[in-house]
DNA sequence: TAAGAGGGTGTCTAGACAGCATGTC
DNA sequence: CTAGACACCCTCTTA
């Protein structure tokens, strides 16, 4: 069937296709056509990755949109909406909008509405619904990338809940779900209520084989020879192998499978020694300037790790990384130009990075529930093995597991290269996932009974595919007591079906996208603070005195360290308000609470919207400490330390408030990365999340009666500090555009604290501070609004300079070198 | 005498969505 | 209860 023969999409897209060398549909996408994805059927397309599922969920798209409507597409992954996004814009060109909508990338709000196409987040369409989104009932074509996700128990319930909600909005809807290859997707068809497209065709041949001793075995009966010498490591043979065998003029490059982060950077370290010795020189040039950008993105030692690697050709990849470095190394594998890349599971169900050859080194994986290794999925070994081959420079691609004997060989193919993926089960029976759900489907309309509800969760894929009707009854009730007695549904038992109705705390819960349990861990902490306030009245100097007290150990700790400069704080409780709460306690009886920013970056660090922190051997020591001797700062009760399970939880929490509070003091990104044992990508995420829970934290203490509102004030300002990175004092300068934790201090520190200060302070001191650098002096003084921006003929004030230099770590990032200059 | 081999012990373990308002060094 | 890689430390061996 040749693309230009189809009718009903815009003019013009048919050849258009074809001109991208699309003469021919694949099997699958023919018998999607056939099945009626033109004509706005509803369509399960289970079929292997890169086997050409983008272009049905197109085909689906477009015609809908040429017959007037509008469509949305639901990605699992944020990187991937971007990655779609510029995919589908090739079609702009024919009259077709594209939109993006992600937690951190809006095409604009306004905007969007008028977009034809619109790639989104599961979530982000689950919060556009809960925000009432006027779009929403406009589609006409909804398709669902890696539906298999709906598997996943912490993820899966929402993709399903808001495909049921889409579904029950606009009952005409096209459903397109795309899937991996999966045991049950007639189950997925029978709920969507969709026809079944199920392939094993791929356009690139995949041999998937099991390497021990001499050669690789395949799954089509074939051999291949790779020996490995005695004392020869497995990996790099197989990695060399594929790099000495030459196709299109090039050799082969490698993604290797490991189970954890450090094995993907020791894999990395090792494998470098094959890649770096059949580099060409032109490669090496390039690469060292790869190597450059890495250690700009960061400088912890993860960034130089993996910056160390990458001049060798070989890469590491996990979620530890931060995502510039992410997105450098996939570009970079995918121009060829390293040649393996050593990862965590990140990279087999992220963005399109495809291998000649997938090496799954690891099988086996750790898993705290269950308290040793686990093998992996099926599913998930071939996703991985998935990634081998790549469209247009492999004539095939080849995934190979890893055995160390003939039995482990036999085990492999039984288990992975003959297996069947598992079936895929709903993971909404269960209370977290409900929690949120219930509250969310109340509060937007869609559930105003009990009896409503259970209706609406009829149309899950829960519902289709279990066999005890009473499980997510009772689940349900078991959530809706939870939801009652904390404020956020009322229950009405008068009538013949119970009525639901959310309260308005609840609503604005459910808009904020926070799950139920940590709305109410915020709200009693918050609370807490109203009670320890009245109390603390009594003795007015007692707040004060903690806080002072309080905060010495911290210093105390971190002057011990040599590389690090304690900044002294020159003020206590003042703030840019006016009304603060110096003033407020001077002329008020109501002493102002306690509220410091650990203690608000310890409460939302123990709402279940924040991924804990792993203790470490001597960490639970270590932060009992900590727990007695800021005592007074936490919000909320604290656990036992003898008597209470939830204690080793609570110190998980105090674990990530500290890294947070690290932060917020302008601690270096490389000290926090080694005193806590995590990589800059973490430390980013950890910051952001907290940022999105105090930024709701301060919506719900505004919404609720009974939080003193200086409590909004500090959580505000809690929240600032975590957002620039700074210090109090600098919160003023961090806000200027160009102007970051670090160069806020450097300018405080030659005398400029303030916004007001950069409009009239001498240039020679700003040029200074700011190491003789003019353009980005210029730059920032003209986002300070000073009148008259322009350094020319200022000369740096060396001074100032020196103080800046003495302020920060030696990071060697260039700055350095030019201040340098400056005294020669 | 020092480097190195060999063995026992202890430690640690994957991932990543949401809001809101605009830009680090 | 179930694992395995690796760092670390100690001891013994060997050039």
Known sequence: MEPSSLSGLPAGVGEALEAEGVAELYPPQEAAVDAGVVDGESLVAAVPTASGKTLIAELAMLSSVERGGKALYIVPLRALASEKKAEFERWEEFGVTVGVSTGNYDSDGEWLASRDIIVATSEKVDSLIRNGAPWIDDLTCVVSDEVHLVDDSHRGPTLEVTLAKLRKVNPGLQTVALSATVGNADVIAEWLNAELVESDWRPIELHTGVHFGNAINFDDGSQREVPVERGEDQTARLVADALDTEEDGQGGSSLVFVNSRRNAESSARKLGEVTASRLTGDDRDRLRELAEEIRGVSDTDTSEDLADAVEQGSAFHHAGLASEHRSLIE??????????VSATPTLAAGVNTPARRVIVRDWRRYDGEFGGMQPLDVLEVHQMCGRAGR??????????????????REELFERYVWAEAEPVRSKLAAEPALRTHVLATVASGFAATRDGLLSFLDNTLYATQTDDEGRLAAVTDTVLDYLEANGFVERDRDGGSEGLAATGIGHTVSRLYLDPMSAAEILDGLRTVADDGAGAAASPDGADGEFVAADDPAADADAEDPGFTTYT?????????????????????????????????HLVSRTPDTYELYLKSGDREEYTEVCYEREAEFLGDVPSEYEDVRFEDWLAALKTGRLLEDWANEVDEDRIAERYGVGPGDIRGKVDTAEWLLRAAETLARDVDGIDGDVVVQVREARKRLEYGVREELLDLAGVR??????????????????????????AVVLGALRGRERTAERILENAGREDPSLDGVDPDSSASAAATAGADADGDGDGQASLGDFG
Request: with cysteine; glycine share 8%.
């Open 391 to 408: 469209p247009g420079l492999d004539p095939y691609g080849e995934a190979v597991l890893l055995a160390n004997s003939a039995d482990t």
């Open 738 to 763: 160009n102007v970051g934790r670090k160069r806020a201090r450097r300018l405080y520190e030659a005398g400029i604290e303030s916004r007001a200060d950069l409009r009239e302070a001498d240039k």
């Open 331 to 340: 570009d970079a594998f995918r121009d060829r130009l390293i040649k393996c």
């Open 569 to 601: 704080r020159a003020g206590e409780a003042e703030t840019d308000d006016a009304d603060g709460p110096a003033a407020e306690s001077a002329d008020s009886d109501d002493t102002s609470p306690p509220v410091t920013p650990l203690g608000l970056y």
